[in-house]
């Protein structure tokens, strides 16, 4: 059975860098069903979705976040990863990886979650 | 920007049939899912495709999807099915969740 992984650090101050890493397991992340996305909620506040990347390097960016964003995938070790950079306290929020049917969506197989806190 | 719209909050009975709305402009020519968030947990995917369950999520649960509005409905209520509930599509370039509804069984 398909299960993800979240793993990085969980403070940072204003203007580093964040970087998460979402390991797969149970599964290929080279699977052609699926795209492998990212997901954030802020404390108390609702889902807003990051961006995704398929297997084959392509990536699709919340335009809001596409300036200060990468996303990237390892096909030799089963994982992708995220990059925001310059944070702000704005970017604190629990971080999710996904796997999904759309290049936006229909995430079957959640990660548990893990929070970054963004404060100096 | 395109933006999907949900009430903050549903009230049903147990027994009862809840019908949560998602409204966004000519969302009927897009395909919409709906996630369950319970407190802490990770959301779960509950309808995709509009009206496809995925293996394991009850009968209970149906969507539609028709002109501006799509629709969640949660047929017999269970205590189980409190939750926030988030609907999702898409915009150009870029995923868009719903603002969410909190489901309260009372």
């Known amino acids: 059975q398909l299960q993800l992984q979240e793993s990085g650090p969980g403070l940072l101050k204003p203007s580093e860098t964040l970087s998460l890493t979402c390991n797969v397991s149970g599964g290929s992340i080279s699977d052609s069903t699926y795209y492998w996305g990212w997901i954030r909620q802020p404390p108390g506040k609702g889902l807003e979705w990051i961006g995704s990347?398929?297997?084959?390097?392509?990536?699709y960016y919340n335009p809001s976040l596409k300036s200060r964003l990468t996303i990237s995938v390892d096909t030799s070790n089963n994982q992708f990863s995220l990059k925001l950079f310059s944070v702000t306290a704005a970017d604190t929020a629990v971080y999710y990886c996904?796997?999904?049917?759309?290049?936006?969506?229909?995430?079957?197989?959640w990660g548990q979650g893990t929070l970054v806190t963004v404060s100096s | 920007s395109y933006e999907l719209t949900q009430p903050p909050s549903v009230s049903v009975s147990p027994g009862q049939t809840a019908s949560i709305t998602c409204s966004g402009y000519?969302?009927?020519?897009?395909?919409v899912c709906w996630y369950q968030q319970k407190p802490g947990q990770s959301p779960v995917l509950v309808i995709y495709q509009d009206t496809k369950r995925p293996s394991g999520i009850p009968e209970r649960f149906s969507g539609s999807n028709s002109g501006n509005t799509a629709t969640l409905t949660i047929s017999g209520t269970q205590a189980m099915d409190e939750a926030d509930y988030y609907c999702q599509a898409w915009d150009i370039n870029t995923g868009i969740f719903g603002t969410g509804t909190k489901v309260t069984v009372l």
């Open positions: 990347i398929y297997y084959t390097g392509s990536t």
């Open positions: 000519t969302l009927g020519d897009r395909y």
């Open positions: 996904a796997d999904g049917l759309q290049w936006y969506g229909d995430y079957f197989v």
